[in-house]
């Protein structure tokens, strides 16, 4: 079983600078005064000693100093580049101010930038030059127990597009989330940026990018490359789980079909979304006192995150005793041409054509919403300002409770605000966003709008995959994964109009997810450990609180 490193305090085998440039061991003026002795410390520190939470308090406030977004990123990144346990701690304490900054919004921007703010290794660039050698550069990590790899080739980050080699960003932060908000251990936390090249024309005329210029390369050669890199990732670092992060449509779909049976993987674009979104509605419905099999879905944006959450609401119907035909024809789709109907079925991917139904062919999104009615409005194209206010009015018209998700991130991309989606709605859309939105006072009431982010999901799937030594992870864990989420929201939370609970309770919310998920690889025959007597314990135990351990 996954078990965290170091859990009984083991004398660290460095000393002296060696042993304050590793990240997972420094502990800064925290070392006491025998450590100082026993690691040939002494001098190379302030004589001061101090502790986790003065620490603490001390990098807290000199992150408040910072100015804009961007400068706090970059303030935490170095503070992880030399004292992980400091930055967990500091992010235990404080997720709800700095989780926008170490994900979304701020990590796009980041992104866009990381080029010029990079300062020092943290993960695995691997190259398509460096074809046919990948075993070889993967054991250059220095953590030769990795077990969570999440790797992307950069082609569509967030709703900014083709960023080459900075999608490193993405799969930095995205392991953050799985160490803050899911206790894994950082030492078996490994990002992977695979670089094959870029089709953005900024990032190719740019003289400081730090990727591949040259084109994105595609066809044989490209699967060649993904082959090699998964069979070397099962080789190098047995026991991994691989989270397929930010690839383009045509590639994400055609990874998660080859690999999701062959290795423990599965897409966080098109699984965890479908998951978190799960949930939203799920949870709406205990607002609205509707019935799961009356809701009508209509999605802006037919790509990874809309069709996965498509396709899970379909699962859960299925489920629920409603045939899948019928399931599908609740769910609808506008893409760049329009309204998904049977008339368009010749030029429709499979993926899309199970949702191509009979229907009036429509151009846009407002003629879309007349014709079906829906109950339900989800934006995930990275289309900003697209629910109108024409839009969210016709859905209030339509529905007393309204469900309005705008899904895309970064927050710029969003396809409305909050605030728009309560005044233009008369104040009665369940509203859900992909990046943090304001509260909302209207005519004397406060509405918290949720954020539909999958930071509610991939960590705990993640620490039940790597708890219970799944071999595979199967979309019956997201669908677990969506109903656990939407029961924990609470009354009060209901009340203020969330519909995922508050990010305080992060860290429950994952062992919870983590439970559900182990549970299916036990009793479904996926893993080949005896279940646990105490499941619920021993996933806790293997939870990595940030505290520093104590030297003997």
Same mark, same amino acid.
């Given at each position: 079983?996954y078990?965290?490193?170091?859990?009984?305090?083991?004398?660290p085998l460095m000393?002296g600078?060696?042993?304050l440039?590793?990240s997972?061991l420094n502990?800064?003026?925290?070392?006491s005064e025998?450590?100082?002795d026993?690691?040939?410390?002494?001098g190379l520190?302030?004589?001061?000693e101090l502790?986790?939470?003065e620490q603490?308090?001390?990098v807290?406030?000199?992150?408040?100093r910072k100015?804009?977004d961007l400068e706090?990123?970059?303030f935490l990144?170095m503070?992880?580049?030399?004292?992980?346990?400091?930055?967990?701690?500091?992010l235990?304490a404080?997720l709800?101010?700095?989780? $926008?900054i170490?994900?979304?919004?701020?990590?796009?921007?980041a992104?866009?930038?990381?080029?010029?703010?990079?300062r020092?290794?943290r993960?695995l660039f691997l190259?398509?030059?460096e074809?046919?050698?990948l075993?070889?550069?993967?054991?250059?990590w220095?953590n030769t127990g990795?077990?969570m790899i999440?790797v992307?080739?950069?082609?569509?980050?967030?709703?900014l597009?083709d960023?080459?080699a900075?999608?490193?960003?993405?799969?930095?932060?995205?392991?953050?989330?799985y160490?803050?908000c899911a206790g894994?251990h950082?030492?078996?936390c490994l990002?992977i940026?695979?670089?094959v090249?870029?089709?953005?024309?900024?990032l190719?005329a740019?003289p400081?990018y730090?990727?591949?210029?040259?084109?994105r390369v595609?066809?044989?050669e490209?699967?060649?490359?993904?082959?090699?890199?998964?069979e070397?990732a099962?080789?190098?670092?047995?026991?991994a789980?691989v989270q397929f992060?930010d690839?383009?449509?045509?590639?994400a779909f055609?990874l998660?079909?080859?690999w999701?049976?062959?290795?423990c993987?599965?897409n966080d674009d098109?699984?965890?979304?479908?998951?978190?979104?799960m949930?939203g509605i799920l949870a709406a419905?205990k607002?609205?006192n509707?019935?799961i099999e009356?809701?009508r879905?209509l999605f802006?944006g037919a790509?990874?995150a809309?069709l996965?959450?498509g396709?899970l609401f379909?699962?859960h119907?299925?489920?629920e005793g409603i045939?899948?035909e019928k399931?599908?024809?609740?769910?609808w789709?506008?893409?760049?041409k329009?309204?998904?109907?049977?008339s368009?079925?010749?030029e429709?991917s499979?993926h899309?054509l199970?949702f191509?139904?009979?229907a009036e062919?429509?151009?846009d999104?407002?003629?879309a919403?007349?014709?079906?009615?829906p109950?339900?409005?989800i934006g995930?194209?990275?289309?900003?300002?697209?629910?109108?206010?024409?839009?969210?009015?016709m859905m209030?018209e339509f529905?007393?409770?309204?469900?309005?998700?705008a899904?895309?991130n970064?927050?710029?991309k969003?396809?409305?605000t909050?605030?728009?989606a309560i005044?233009w709605?008369?104040?009665?859309?369940i509203?859900?966003?992909g990046?943090p939105?304001?509260?909302?006072?209207?005519?004397?009431r406060?509405?918290?709008?949720?954020?539909g982010?999958?930071?509610?999901?991939f960590?705990?799937?993640g620490l039940g995959v790597l708890?219970s030594q799944?071999?595979e992870?199967?979309?019956?864990m997201?669908?677990?994964?969506?109903?656990?989420?939407?029961?924990?929201?609470?009354?009060?939370?209901l009340?203020?109009g969330?519909?995922y609970?508050?990010?305080e309770?992060?860290?429950e919310?994952?062992?919870s997810i983590?439970?559900e998920?182990?549970?299916i690889?036990?009793?479904?025959g996926l893993?080949?450990? $005896?279940e646990?007597v105490n499941?619920e314990?021993?996933?806790?135990?293997?939870?990595?609180?940030?505290?520093?351990v104590e030297?003997?």
């Amino acid at each position: 079983m996954y078990k965290p490193i170091n859990p009984s305090g083991e004398r660290p085998l460095m000393r002296g600078v060696a042993l304050l440039n590793n990240s997972l061991l420094n502990k800064g003026m925290a070392f006491s005064e025998y450590e100082r002795d026993a690691f040939g410390l002494r001098g190379l520190l302030p004589p001061a000693e101090l502790d986790i939470e003065e620490q603490t308090k001390r990098v807290l406030h000199n992150f408040r100093r910072k100015s804009t977004d961007l400068e706090k990123y970059t303030f935490l990144t170095m503070l992880q580049q030399r004292n992980e346990v400091l930055f967990f701690h500091l992010l235990h304490a404080n997720l709800e101010e700095m989780m $926008p900054i170490i994900y979304t919004p701020t990590v796009g921007q980041a992104c866009l930038e990381y080029g010029s703010i990079w300062r020092g290794p943290r993960g695995l660039f691997l190259s398509i030059r460096e074809k046919g050698r990948l075993r070889e550069i993967m054991r250059h990590w220095p953590n030769t127990g990795a077990r969570m790899i999440v790797v992307t080739d950069g082609e569509r980050i967030l709703g900014l597009g083709d960023l080459g080699a900075y999608g490193m960003g993405i799969c930095v932060g995205k392991l953050a989330l799985y160490t803050a908000c899911a206790g894994l251990h950082p030492y078996y936390c490994l990002p992977i940026a695979l670089d094959v090249g870029t089709n953005n024309e900024s990032l190719l005329a740019d003289p400081y990018y730090i990727g591949l210029k040259q084109r994105r390369v595609r066809g044989a050669e490209y699967d060649e490359f993904i082959n090699e890199f998964m069979e070397s990732a099962a080789e190098v670092f047995p026991g991994a789980l691989v989270q397929f992060e930010d690839f383009g449509n045509s590639n994400a779909f055609d990874l998660l079909k080859k690999w999701r049976n062959k290795a423990c993987s599965f897409n966080d674009d098109i699984q965890g979304t479908a998951a978190v979104a799960m949930a939203g509605i799920l949870a709406a419905l205990k607002i609205s006192n509707s019935r799961i099999e009356d809701q009508r879905l209509l999605f802006m944006g037919a790509g990874e995150a809309g069709l996965g959450i498509g396709n899970l609401f379909v699962q859960h119907l299925v489920s629920e005793g409603i045939p899948i035909e019928k399931a599908r024809k609740t769910c609808w789709f506008v893409d760049s041409k329009g309204l998904v109907v049977a008339s368009r079925s010749a030029e429709l991917s499979e993926h899309k054509l199970v949702f191509a139904h009979e229907a009036e062919a429509c151009a846009d999104l407002a003629s879309a919403a007349r014709i079906i009615r829906p109950t339900a409005l989800i934006g995930v194209a990275g289309v900003a300002r697209v629910f109108t206010q024409e839009i969210v009015s016709m859905m209030a018209e339509f529905n007393q409770r309204p469900v309005i998700f705008a899904l895309s991130n970064p927050t710029s991309k969003a396809e409305c605000t909050s605030e728009e989606a309560i005044e233009w709605s008369a104040g009665r859309a369940i509203y859900a966003s992909g990046s943090p939105m304001p509260e909302v006072q209207f005519e004397g009431r406060r509405i918290v709008s949720g954020q539909g982010n999958n930071t509610y999901i991939f960590p705990g799937v993640g620490l039940g995959v790597l708890v219970s030594q799944a071999r595979e992870v199967t979309d019956s864990m997201f669908l677990a994964a969506a109903r656990k989420l939407a029961s924990m929201v609470t009354s009060e939370e209901l009340a203020e109009g969330r519909i995922y609970p508050s990010l305080e309770r992060i860290r429950e919310v994952s062992h919870s997810i983590a439970v559900e998920v182990a549970l299916i690889a036990f009793r479904e025959g996926l893993t080949d450990l $005896p279940e646990p007597v105490n499941l619920e314990e021993e996933i806790s135990l293997r939870m990595f609180r940030p505290e520093y351990v104590e030297y003997s």
